[in-house]
């Protein structure tokens, strides 16, 4: 198996790994509530999914 020959600098290193990020999560507002969600996703607050109840939400008093 191969091995290099010479030592990367830091900066291509750098410039390889611009792109190993992590990308913030996408958030939508739940139409039934209004809290922030992910996207396709049932409302953790309100259990709400494209205007339906697919299951019990929590209970907000």
């Not at 290099?4 to 190993?20: E, F, G, I, N, V």
């Not at 913030?24 to 607050?45: D, I």
């Amino acid at each position: 198996m191969p091995n290099p020959k010479h030592r990367h600098s830091k900066t291509r290193r750098d410039l390889r790994r611009a792109h190993d990020f992590l990308k913030p999560k996408a958030l939508s507002g739940c139409t039934n509530c209004g809290v922030s969600k992910e996207p396709h996703r049932v409302c953790p607050a309100c259990g709400y999914y494209r205007g339906r109840e697919v299951r019990a939400g929590s209970a907000k008093a």
